[in-house]
């Protein structure tokens, strides 16, 4: 497997313009992550999803955050309208729970973003 | 709410034992996590632990576990310099979804 896999690696935009990333999991997982990174916060768990259904958003920083899981091998995160605040590295993970043992994550190599 | 907290920097000497320190609020922490960031990359899990276990070694790894004080330790034996990287310590709960990591600790390691 080629791991996870995140698109684009570096996006540069300005202020108010709509920013897509996109995560593609590892097949066969059943859980995917989206965390932010940053200098100040470091890593925060901004949502997750079990079986392409939204679990726990209460991470997701405001109303211009969204994020999709269509089918089982992508997801999408949103910013609508960006501001310079969300520049960050924006990562994708996945895991495969096996009952209620350790939810070991594989990342993809994140999404850096700057917002002009 | 649950909080892990490391220190920021750590800096030794190729050769030397590195010892990453990291404490936990979350009392109903299950599994204890350690994992490795290089630059411009993902987090990559280098291990974990179990609750009711107090000590997991592995190659040069040793994780310690003191439940009581809620404080996690990674030793690496013989640091080389392809160590340096950021170190995070994570704890994942009894219903073990959610994943809250520490801040990181920036390993430094001298030639």
């Known amino acids: 497997d080629a791991g996870v896999i995140q698109s684009p690696r570096h996006e540069v935009t300005e202020m108010g313009q709509e920013v897509t990333l996109r995560c593609k999991p590892i097949?066969?997982?059943?859980?995917l992550f989206w965390y932010r990174q940053t200098m100040m916060r470091g890593l925060e768990l901004l949502i997750y999803?079990?079986?392409?259904?939204?679990?726990?958003d209460s991470g997701m920083p405001e109303d211009r955050f969204s994020a999709k899981m269509p089918n089982a091998s992508f997801s999408t995160l949103k910013i609508q309208p960006s501001e310079p605040r969300d520049s960050a590295v924006y990562f994708c993970a996945s895991s495969l729970r096996r009952g209620v043992g350790a939810n070991v994550l594989t990342f993809g190599a994140g999404s850096r973003l700057t917002v002009l | 709410g649950e909080d892990v907290e490391q220190s920021l920097f750590l800096s030794v000497r190729e050769g030397d034992s590195s010892v990453i320190n990291c404490t936990y609020t979350d009392s109903s922490s299950t599994y204890l996590y350690w994992y490795k960031q290089e630059p411009g990359a993902g987090l990559q899990l280098l291990t974990y632990?179990?609750?009711?276990?107090d000590m997991k070694q592995d190659q040069r790894l040793t994780v310690l576990l003191n439940k009581k004080d809620k404080h996690l330790s990674l030793r690496i034996a013989d640091t080389q310099t392809g160590d340096s990287a950021i170190y995070f310590c994570?704890?994942?709960?009894?219903?073990?979804?959610?994943?809250?990591f520490g801040a990181g600790t920036r390993l430094f390691v001298k030639a």
């Open positions: 994570a704890e994942s709960g009894t219903g073990g979804f959610k994943t809250i």
């Open positions: 632990i179990f609750s009711n276990m």
């Open positions: 097949s066969g997982h059943d859980y």
């Open positions: 999803f079990n079986n392409n259904v939204p679990i726990d």
